[in-house]
């Protein structure tokens, strides 16, 4: 079955500093979302990417999509504390397949 | 309610009993999702729901979990003779479905067995 490999598990940055978690299936999807969860919170969309080679940005966010549809990475910029949470991308096979998520990211900010 | 909404929030068993978690996903939205979180840890895939279509129990993790929808709407997981290994939040997520669709979760059912 599908399988998508999300890297590092835990990063510790110091607030200021850029972080990037990148993510990588096995098949080639049709399309990734990324969402983030709050310590004690549920997942929450960020955002999804469709095309082969898509970059999105949201404000310090940057989301890019491989150009083989089979890679991800979100990177931030100037962390702030705001940003703590784990973030988890999730792929989409071909067909009626369901999402798979990656294990997520831990993002700790040190201020 | 516009949201996602599970019940119970948390559920405290002892070892061997069963437990039945509900789901009642956003109106109109034809997928649904069920995973299993344990602490610290990622999203566990159970179970896939796309409108009338057989639903995905591939990442059931053994007979005693089992779950149902009906039509396109609640949905009900049932673990039976519960063991120690089956803690873990719960959740529950539905989708407008289709090629494209963002998950909107529900906050989960924390479940504690003893």
């Known amino acids: 079955g599908q399988q998508v490999m999300q890297i590092p598990q835990y990063q510790h940055v110091q607030e200021g500093e850029d972080f990037t978690t990148y993510c990588n299936s096995s098949?080639?999807?049709?399309?990734i979302q990324w969402y983030k969860q709050r310590p004690g919170g549920h997942p929450v969309f960020l955002i999804q990417?469709?095309?082969?080679?898509e970059v999105k940005k949201q404000k310090r966010l940057t989301f890019q999509f491989g150009e083989a549809k089979k890679n991800s990475s979100l990177h931030i910029t100037a962390t702030q504390t705001t940003d703590v949470g784990t973030y988890f991308c999730?792929?989409?096979?071909?067909?009626?397949?369901?999402?798979?998520f990656g294990k997520g990211t831990h993002l700790i900010i040190q201020p | 309610g516009a949201g996602v909404s599970q019940s119970p929030s948390n559920k405290v068993t002892e070892k061997g009993k069963d437990v039945e978690l509900r789901c009642d996903p956003i109106?109109?939205?034809?997928?649904l999702y069920w995973y299993r979180q344990r602490l610290g840890q990622g999203l566990e895939f159970l179970i896939y729901?796309?409108?009338?279509?057989?639903?995905?129990k591939s990442g059931l993790p053994s007979d005693r979990f089992s779950a149902e929808r009906t039509g396109e709407s609640v949905s009900t997981l049932t673990i039976q003779r519960t063991q120690q290994e089956d803690s873990a939040v719960y959740l529950c997520?539905?989708?407008?479905?289709?090629?494209?669709?963002?998950?909107?979760f529900g906050e989960g059912s924390r479940l504690t067995v003893l």
């Open positions: 997520a539905s989708s407008p479905g289709g090629y494209t669709g963002e998950l909107f």
């Open positions: 098949t080639t999807l049709s399309n």
């Open positions: 990417l469709v095309k082969s080679g």
């Open positions: 999730a792929g989409k096979g071909g067909g009626a397949d369901g999402l798979t």
């Open positions: 109106s109109g939205h034809t997928a």
């Open positions: 729901f796309q409108g009338n279509s057989a639903p995905d």
